[in-house]
C-alpha cells in the first residue's frame, strides 16, 4: 500500500494536516473465501443486518470473520457484548509495528464462533478509510487469519462512497445494499449502486442485491429496482423484537425464541445459504437525481 500525503503546488497539505490519499497494494488479495460488502444508508441497519448474516453463516457450518469499517467501531456488538479495540488503535500502541501485536489483540471471538475485527476509521478530517482497511486486510493476512475463512463480511460505514470507503469493493465477491421503503434510503443506494459500477470495472465486485430493512411495504425499492435492474433477495420488517435485540447485545438468533423472531432467523438463514450457494449477479444502473425524483413521485 503506498501512502501519499496530499500536498498542493506550494508543499502544503490541501486536505488537512495529516491527511493521506492511498493506492492499495493490487496484490493484497483476501484469499479463497466469498466475501461480501454490506452497504447503504446511515442508521439504515447495516450491522444488525451484517451481524444476524454472520450467524447465519455460522450456522451453516461457515468459518466466518465480519469486518466493521466506521469508527465508532460497534459493528460486532451484539456478537461479541462489547466494544472492541479498533486495529488502528491497537497499532498505534505498538508505534505501527505490527509484528508486536498478537491476534486476541485485535480479534475477538463472538457468538457461534464468528470471528470479529473492528477496523475503525482515521482521525476526523485527516485520513482515509482506505487506508484503513487495507492495513485491516494486511494485518489479517500477516497472521494467516484468512487462509481458513470461509466468508468475510464488511460492514462499512454509512452511505459514503468515496474512494476510501469504497475500498472494500476491491476485496467484495458480492455487494449488498440494505435500504428502507422510503426516499432517502433509495437515494443513497442509488449512490451505492454507481460506486458499485465504477469499481466492477476493474474489480470482480458485483452487485449481490438489495436487503429491504424495516419496512412493511416494498413498493417503492420494487419500482427502483425494476427501473435499475436489481432485485430484492431479502425483506425484514420493522419489527420492535429486532429493535430490542440490538439493546439486549444480542443477535436475532440469541432472543427468546417467538414465532416472530423464528421467522426473521429462517430469512436469515435462507439468505446466507442463497448468497453463498449462488453466482447470480446484477448489472445494475444508477439513475440522474432527477430521473429518481420523477421515478419515485417528487416535484
Known amino acids: 500500500m503506498n501512502i501519499m500525503t496530499a500536498r498542493g503546488i506550494t508543499g502544503r497539505p490541501i486536505d488537512g494536516d495529516g491527511s493521506v490519499q492511498v493506492q492499495l497494494d493490487p496484490n493484497l488479495k483476501i484469499g479463497n473465501a466469498k466475501v461480501f460488502a454490506v452497504y447503504g444508508k446511515g442508521g439504515i441497519g447495516k450491522s444488525t443486518t451484517s451481524s444476524n448474516l454472520s450467524v447465519a453463516f455460522s450456522k451453516l457450518g461457515k468459518r466466518v470473520l465480519q469486518i466493521g469499517c466506521d469508527p465508532k467501531h460497534d459493528s460486532t ?15 498505534e500502541s505498538v508505534n505501527f509495528h505490527s509484528e508486536e501485536l498478537r491476534v486476541e489483540d485485535f480479534v ?4 457461534n464462533g464468528v470471528m470479529c475485527v473492528e477496523a475503525g476509521g482515521p482521525p476526523a478530517g485527516t485520513g482515509c478509510g482506505g487506508y484503513v482497511v487495507g492495513q485491516t486486510v494486511k494485518l489479517l493476512k500477516e497472521h494467516h487469519l484468512l487462509d481458513d475463512t470461509d466468508v468475510v463480511i464488511f460492514d462499512v460505514l454509512g452511505d459514503v462512497v468515496c474512494g476510501g470507503f469504497a475500498a472494500p469493493l476491491q476485496h467484495a465477491d458480492r455487494a449488498l445494499i ?16 454507481a460506486a458499485i459500477q465504477s469499481k466492477s470495472k476493474n474489480y470482480k465486485v458485483r452487485l449481490g442485491g438489495v436487503i429491504a430493512n424495516r419496512s412493511a411495504a416494498t413498493d417503492q425499492i420494487d419500482r427502483f429496482n425494476e427501473a435499475c435492474g436489481l432485485k430484492t433477495v431479502a425483506h425484514f420488517r420493522d419489527l420492535d423484537a429486532i429493535r430490542l435485540s440490538r439493546l439486549k ?8 425464541l417467538t414465532p416472530e423472531i423464528e421467522a426473521v432467523q429462517q430469512e436469515y438463514l435462507r439468505l446466507a445459504a442463497n448468497l453463498y450457494a ?14 429518481i425524483f420523477d421515478l419515485l413521485g417528487f416535484d
Not at 456488538?77 to 497499532?91: A, E, N, R, S, Y
Not at 475477538?108 to 457468538?111: A, D, N
Not at 440494505?178 to 449502486?193: E, G, K
Request: aromatic share 12%.
Open 77 to 91: 456488538f451484539t456478537l461479541t457484548k462489547t466494544l472492541m479495540p479498533t486495529v488502528i488503535d491497537v497499532l
Open 278 to 291: 449462488s453466482t447470480e449477479e446484477y448489472t445494475g444502473r444508477s439513475l440522474k437525481d432527477r430521473e
Open 249 to 256: 447485545k444480542q443477535t436475532l438468533f440469541e432472543m427468546d
Open 108 to 111: 475477538y471471538q463472538g457468538y
Open 178 to 193: 440494505v435500504a428502507a421503503n422510503d426516499f432517502d434510503s433509495i437515494f443513497a443506494m442509488n449512490r451505492i449502486v
